[in-house]
């Protein structure tokens, strides 16, 4: 299993923007799609975003559509994702996955195999 350590996360005031990194180590990174996930005080993990293999395919939650944009770089086995407009909803435990399964729909936690440890975004009002 390919291990991932999350950065970024910090306290920020509501409209700033912020960049998530996930770094990728143990395994070869291209063979997996990576994606974003949050969890908030007292909710359920949800989908943010996630990436495809090559980096050609994105899908968002709707939450975010418009606002945060998911990239990735393979040559540096990092996935990032660019938080803008954030507002104090946004506030959450950001964690990011991987996944080596072929033709799931990705926007579900059980399609992940590989979690990092999360990162804190804390957006004030």
Not at 55 to 67: F, L, M, Q
Request: net charge positive.
């Amino acid at each position: 299993q390919v291990q991932l350590v999350e950065s970024g996360g910090t306290l920020v005031q509501a409209g700033a923007s912020l960049r998530l990194s996930c770094a990728a180590s143990g395994r070869s990174f291209r063979p997996y799609v990576m994606g974003w996930f949050r969890q908030a005080p007292g909710k359920e993990r949800e989908f943010v975003s996630y990436i495809s293999r090559d980096g050609g395919t994105t899908h968002y939650a709707d939450s975010v559509k418009g606002r945060f944009t998911i990239s990735r770089d393979n040559g540096k086995n990092t996935v990032y994702l660019q938080m803008n407009s954030l507002k104090p909803e946004d506030t959450a435990v950001y964690y990011c996955a991987a996944s080596n399964l072929w033709g799931a729909g990705y926007r579900e936690r059980r399609d992940y195999t590989s979690w990092g440890q999360g990162t804190q975004v804390t957006v004030s009002s």
